[in-house]
């Protein structure tokens, strides 16, 4: 099974609003990822946060990470249609090389 | 564009036939991975390479399916037999040596398969 497991499943909201995610996962973890996957642009790279880290930002995108409850969030600011996409959380286990990825959320903003 | 180039982007395969991916990564990049995604799931890791030794496979990969990266460069995957099972997107990423674990990885647009 899956490391990450993403809620909601599906999120449509109108332009200028706010997004959150959230991502669940079981075991230690070295760093926590989000992707975001579209049919122009394939799988993205969006943001990384350690696990000694709680909270991280990079231009609309905030994140935010418990480790004591094994989750993480990611909230998009002020949503444009190009945000449109499926977001996937990203664990990096420690110990281990590759990356382990929940089933995702899928954004639709509404213009 | 500098970026992961995968090929084909498309393949449609008879159920039997046998597959051959090829995945060129970021040139300085010593880390390649393969992912497989199907409709509607996120990627699932199949192996990685660390240049040219492949230090890890998933148990997803069966004996079917065998992946290269000669000379720590390009990086081949191969389906034999194939199922229509196998009928997926597969992905390759590459990520610079970090110290501690996976970072950031930069993915191909993928080959997306279908067996027939």
């Known amino acids: 099974s899956q490391q990450g497991e993403e809620d909601p499943q599906a999120l449509s909201i109108q332009e200028g609003e706010n997004a959150t995610m959230n991502c669940s996962y079981k075991t230690s973890i070295n760093n926590l990822q989000w992707y975001r996957q579209n049919s122009g642009r394939g799988l993205v790279h969006l943001i990384l946060i350690r696990s000694n880290e709680r909270e991280k930002h990079s231009g609309r995108l905030r994140v935010t990470l418990d480790t004591s409850k094994k989750s993480s969030s990611l909230l998009i600011t002020a949503s444009r249609a190009a945000d449109t996409a499926s977001y996937f959380c990203?664990?990096?286990?420690?110990?281990?090389?590759?990356?382990?990825f929940g089933t995702g959320t899928r954004l639709t903003v509404i213009p | 564009d500098t970026g992961v180039s995968q090929d084909p982007r498309h393949k449609i395969t008879k159920r039997g036939q046998n597959v051959t991916f090829r995945c060129d990564p970021i040139?300085?990049?010593?880390?390649l991975y393969w992912y497989r995604q199907t409709l509607g799931q996120g990627p699932e890791f199949l192996t990685y390479?660390?240049?040219?030794?492949?230090?890890?496979k998933s148990r997803l990969l069966s004996d079917r399916f065998s992946a290269e990266r000669p000379k720590g460069s390009f990086s081949t995957l191969e389906i034999q037999r194939t199922e229509q099972g196998d009928s997926a997107m597969y992905l390759c990423?590459?990520?610079?040596?970090?110290?501690?674990?996976?970072?950031?990885?930069?993915f191909g647009p993928g080959t997306r398969l279908t067996v027939l």
């Open positions: 990203a664990t990096a286990l420690r110990g281990a090389n590759n990356l382990f």
């Open positions: 990423a590459s990520s610079p040596m970090g110290t501690s674990g996976p970072g950031e990885q930069f």
């Open positions: 040139s300085e990049h010593n880390r």
């Open positions: 390479f660390q240049n040219e030794a492949q230090l890890e």
